[in-house]
């Protein structure tokens, strides 16, 4: 079973940063990686999402809740994903999940059915 690897997470205090990163190495190839969150007693949600096809152009696309304080960014070559994460606010606290998706539905979405894979996830507590 494919398995994503996740690191980074942690805890900060509100308007720390951190950097989390995700391998993809058990896959032959990606055409989106992202990162969703889920915070207790709440619904898993898309974070940000970057198309990481040779010569897509890496489209990203970006939770209205962290536009302008995370990026996303990936080194197709060793399919692996990053997400910086700067002006944390306690409202970040949530487990984050790493996603990688081999099927092209015309874009990389904010959406949990467009990534077949998932990692097991790394906590993310930030602290007022």
């Known amino acids: 079973q494919v398995q994503l690897v996740e690191s980074g997470g942690g805890s900060v205090q509100g308007g720390g940063s951190l950097r989390l990163s995700c391998g993809a190495s058990q896959l032959a190839y990606t055409h989106c990686m992202g990162w969703f969150r889920q915070a207790p007693g709440k619904e898993r949600e898309g974070v940000a999402v970057?198309?990481?096809?040779?010569?897509?152009?890496?489209?990203?696309e970006y939770a209205d809740s962290v536009k302008g304080r995370f990026t996303i960014s990936e080194d197709n070559a060793q399919k692996i994903a990053h997400l910086q994460m700067d002006n944390l606010t306690p409202d970040d606290t949530a487990m984050y999940y790493c996603a990688a998706g081999t099927e092209w539905f015309g874009r990389c979405a904010l959406t949990t059915g467009y990534f077949r894979y998932w990692g097991q996830g790394t906590q993310v507590t930030v602290s007022s």
């Open positions: 970057i198309d990481t096809r040779i010569n897509s152009g890496h489209t990203t």
